[in-house]
């Protein structure tokens, strides 16, 4: 019985657990608007959100504004004439 009750209470602890966020990077990147007001309420409260969901939104920036990194820099065939 002392079981019982003891694994009762463990699963009522984690029921009661914070859930994962769901703003993942790439929700981020499909979803402008939220990420905007991510990023106000980041920079408002940081405490607030966290630091997880934080580093979520700037790394969503990073990739929207520099894209994914993987276009290799091409030179123009010709030099430039100055």
Do not use: H, W
């Not at 007001?37 to 990739?63: F, I, M, P, S």
């Amino acid at each position: 019985m002392k079981r019982r009750s003891i694994l009762l209470l463990a699963l009522m602890l984690t029921a009661c657990s914070e859930p994962a966020p769901t703003d993942t990077v790439e929700s981020l990147i499909a979803n402008p608007e939220r990420l905007q007001a991510l990023r106000e309420q980041c920079q408002t409260d940081y405490a607030k959100l966290g630091a997880e969901l934080c580093n979520a939104v700037a790394e969503a920036t990073r990739r929207r504004f520099m894209g994914d990194g993987k276009v290799p820099y091409t030179p123009p065939e010709e030099e430039p004439v100055f």
